[in-house]
């Protein structure tokens, strides 16, 4: 049995945080994080008020059909980051990255975020937050290809980049949940959303053991 002691230090340490669930979402370009992320979102049915897709901040402009996201210039978002208003922040394919701080709050109240990170990160999620979800969409290397080349957004030589990062080995990630993503929107989706509901039990119960 822990002591009282051990119990008030762990208390008034701030990270890691102890309660709640993090779910990781990465994987390859092209592989329809955000889709399949919105399939589950869209059928949460009672899970909707414990759960929480964050809304990531971008040094990129929104445009039509892609992820919805805040945007800061590289300046703005310097001056935020600099004043801890981040969970989290990364860099990416010439491009910053961040979530809210406000996600903290919401780990804290023993909810579950979901949040599309870089695999890269990972081990920060997993210092800042004590119970982390691993969960990598991807499919295959053709299928990005397509998916990528129709976007219209990159040269022949920037997707096959991506797709080279994709398959980095020291990308992987310890324990993941690895959901195929090539055939039909709802199988992943499905599968997803399971993922989404084994958390949202872990999470009325972790803070407590």
């Not at 980051?81 to 989290?88: K, P, Q, T």
């Not at 701080?101 to 919401?106: I, N, R």
Request: with cysteine.
């Amino acid at each position: 049995m822990i002591s009282a002691t051990i119990e008030r230090a762990q208390a008034e340490e701030p990270f890691p945080i102890r309660q709640g669930v993090f779910v990781v979402v990465a994987g390859p370009s092209g592989a329809g994080k955000d889709s399949v992320m919105d399939y589950a979102r869209e059928r949460l049915g009672a899970l909707h008020t414990d759960v929480v897709f964050a809304r990531r901040i971008i040094t990129r402009p929104m445009e039509p059909g892609s992820e919805e996201h805040d945007t800061l210039d590289h300046a703005a978002f310097a001056r935020e980051e600099a004043a801890g208003r981040f969970a989290l922040a990364w860099k990416a394919n010439g491009l910053s990255y961040a979530l809210p701080a406000s996600l903290d709050d919401v780990m804290r109240a023993g909810g579950v975020v979901v949040a599309n990170v870089s695999r890269a990160v990972v081990p920060e999620i997993r210092a800042r937050y004590a119970q982390v979800m691993p969960i990598i969409v991807t499919a295959p290397r053709e299928v990005l290809a397509e998916r990528l080349a129709g976007r219209g957004r990159e040269t022949r030589e920037e997707v096959l980049a991506r797709l080279s990062r994709a398959s980095a080995r020291e990308l992987t990630v310890a324990d993941a949940i690895v959901i195929d993503n090539s055939g039909p929107l709802e199988e992943a989706g499905e599968r997803f959303l399971q993922v989404l509901r084994k958390a949202a039990a872990w999470s009325d119960v972790c803070d407590t053991v």
